[in-house]
């Protein structure tokens, strides 16, 4: 079995590590109780999706803003 580990962007040293702990209970037979939360085939709800794109809305447009005023 091969196990990859990708997508640390901003928070490696944490989700590297999170990684690391998932795949190591992996190897060794036993169930992480964060691997769940962190499956490849994981699906989002549609409650989900919303909140997801509400946040990256708001994020976009403070930071939209904050250019403008700040670099007309």
Not at 26 to 42: N, Q, S, V
């Amino acid at each position: 079995r091969i196990f990859y580990a990708t997508g640390f962007s901003g928070n490696g040293m944490t989700y590297s590590m999170i990684a690391a702990h998932i795949i190591s209970d992996a190897i060794l037979g036993k169930k992480h109780p964060w691997a769940d939360i962190y499956r490849t085939d994981r699906v989002p709800t549609i409650p989900q999706l919303a909140i997801k794109g509400m946040n990256y809305t708001n994020e976009f447009m403070e930071g939209a803003v904050k250019d403008f005023f700040v670099n007309p």
